[in-house]
């Protein structure tokens, strides 16, 4: 991101409930009344991240055009634009710019914080209050300073997905529940020529949560929650995050140029991988089955053999066993945004939205009322596990915000390319942190 602001902040969940720039921008922060709301034409454009064909994409558009015919003034341009570059760079050039999009996708966490601290944001404290009391607690990650400038539509823990199949091929009679069973289910799956575990280190994010996650088995969660208030990086814990890494990268556990695949693109990125038979596994969140239809060649085939298990425990590691890593996706306003789009938001929340997104498969909803419509099986795994998670932590590089995410998922992703090394992933998290 283009501000250099330390952020950070931590998500302790408990789903057990289960779960853009239009000539027609106002300026200021007075809302106008009720009344007049959706008396003049607006156009609001709206960027998300569903950019390849398949159930999530359809979504939105039908979402965008039932919006448009409730309330005819309102006409909504919407564009789907690949997570990275979205994330990365197109989102942030345009919230520089004088004309961004009006509503967005947004992270939460330490990104948000950047980004209210810069005054790109909405405040939409006032108008939400309804929707945050039924989303509940995960509401909390788009908030800075107690106030709500963004909510989310989707949340829920990472696992690993898998191919059922080729488990029982390889003789693999239970998801493994350690590392040290998935290190033996790794070394079962080569018997049989099989990828074990797809990664798309070539996007880095999905490469630097194989980190995250033995960070949050070497950690505290006292370390963590420490970690994302201060970024305070001198517990050992985060070194050995690294070492640990380090030796499951050297059982050689993945695909081969691993470095260079990409994440979740096409049939030859790492999701597509385990959509089309050709690994056994892939460390991914609630997302991912989405993403698998899109890029499957045989859904069928697919649904079939298509799993998921939580990410196993680290023996005789100080962290919490049930804690597991999460997050969600959400939408935020920009600061001089028509009224309009603060409406458009609540309705992406509404249950009945949520529970058509829940029926696409491509995720978890977080609204009350919703959770009927997660009826895909590996994602119904996902739903319970996220219940009975004893702790859940936000993704890392949302949690430490922007500045340091970047630099922190750069220095893991050079531990797999094999020129970094534990303590430099460190060191680039603390530089990082006083910039």
């Not at 005789?316 to 409406?343: I, M, Q, T, W, Y």
Request: proline fraction near 6%.
């Amino acid at each position: 991101m283009a501000t250099k602001r330390r952020a950070g902040a931590v998500l302790a969940l408990f789903m057990t409930s289960a779960l853009v720039a239009a000539g027609c921008n106002s300026g200021g922060d007075e809302e106008p009344s009720e009344s007049e709301l959706y008396k003049n034409p607006v156009t609001l454009t709206w960027w998300h991240n569903a950019s390849q064909e398949g159930p999530g994409k359809t979504y939105w558009e039908k979402v965008a055009k039932d919006f448009s015919a409730l309330h005819p003034t309102v006409t909504i341009q919407a564009e789907g634009i690949e997570t990275n570059q979205l994330q990365r760079t197109r989102l942030p050039a345009a919230l520089l710019s004088s004309d961004p999009p009006d509503i967005f996708q947004s992270w939460g966490g330490g990104e948000i914080r950047e980004q209210v601290e810069a005054d790109y944001l909405k405040d939409v404290t006032d108008q939400v209050k309804d929707e945050v009391a039924n989303i509940g607690s995960a509401a909390e990650i788009w908030q800075a300073d107690g106030k709500q400038y963004g909510l989310p539509y989707r949340m829920g823990i990472e696992g690993i997905w898998y191919n059922k199949d080729m488990f029982q091929r390889a003789g693999i009679a239970a998801p493994p529940t350690t590392f040290d069973e998935l290190n033996d289910a790794v070394t079962k799956l080569k018997a049989i020529n099989v990828i074990p575990i797809a990664v798309g280190a070539g996007d880095k994010w999905p490469a630097a949560h194989w980190w995250y996650n033995f960070a949050l088995r070497a950690c505290s969660v006292d370390t963590l929650k420490k970690a994302s208030t201060d970024l305070s990086f001198d517990d050992q814990c985060f070194v050995k995050a690294g070492q640990d890494l380090k030796t499951f990268i050297d059982t050689k556990p993945f695909q081969n140029n691993f470095i260079a695949t990409p994440g979740q693109n096409d049939p030859t990125s790492a999701n597509g991988l385990l959509a089309n038979g050709k690994a056994a596994m892939e460390l991914m969140g609630d997302w991912n089955k989405g993403t698998l239809d899109t890029v499957a060649a045989d859904k069928a085939a697919l649904n079939k053999f298509i799993g998921w298990f939580p990410v196993p425990a680290l023996s005789g590691s100080p962290g919490d066993p049930k804690a597991a890593l999460g997050g969600g996706d959400g939408f935020a306003c920009a600061k001089n945004a028509p009224a309009e789009c603060v409406e458009f938001l609540k309705y992406l929340v509404s249950p009945e939205v949520q529970k058509g997104y829940a029926e696409t498969g491509t995720g978890l909803p977080v609204a009350k009322g919703a959770e009927a419509g997660v009826q895909d099986p590996a994602l119904r795994s996902v739903l319970e596990a996220t219940a009975g998670a004893t702790y859940v932590q936000l993704w890392l590089d949302t949690a430490f915000g922007s500045t340091v995410g970047n630099a922190m998922n750069d220095a893991i992703v050079a531990i797999f390319a094999g020129n970094g090394t534990p303590e430099k992933v460190v060191e680039a998290m603390k530089a990082a942190a006083r910039k």
